[in-house]
Nanobody, 128 residues
């Protein structure tokens, strides 16, 4: 019933920008955590950014702090990730994640096991 669909990935040169989007269906988020994760070949999936929807509280990995911005549009039920000053090390598949039906408090919103739903991902490639 609940589905997450990512879009906006592509190929850019170092220093460029991209904006990816996550479109949830089947549930209107008002007071739940959503996040962006990425996975590069040979590396574990890592948390990039997270947002507490409705409140707007945000969290970022140190590697993207000051470069990436996560935001939401509650009227459209959308979540975005603006990526600036991109580096080849940012090359990865980017996934949207959501936390639903979990009464426990979130300890670390950048930990993958905190989330219950995942999208199929969108590829971001940054070249030198």
């Amino acid at each position: 019933q609940v589905k997450l669909v990512e879009s906006g990935g592509g190929s850019v040169q170092a220093g460029g920008s991209l904006k990816v989007a996550c479109a949830p269906t089947g549930y209107h988020f008002r007071n739940e955590y959503m996040g962006w994760f990425r996975e590069a070949p040979g590396k574990a999936r890592e948390g990039v950014a997270a947002i507490w929807r409705g409140r707007g509280s945000t969290h970022y990995a140190d590697s993207v702090k000051g470069r990436f911005i996560i935001s939401e549009d509650n009227a459209k039920n959308m979540v975005y990730l603006q990526m600036n000053y991109l580096d080849p090390e940012d090359t990865a598949m980017y996934y949207c994640a959501a936390r639903l039906l979990r009464p426990e408090r979130v300890v670390d919103p950048l930990q993958r096991l905190e989330y219950t739903h995942w999208g199929q991902g969108t590829q971001v490639t940054v070249s030198s």
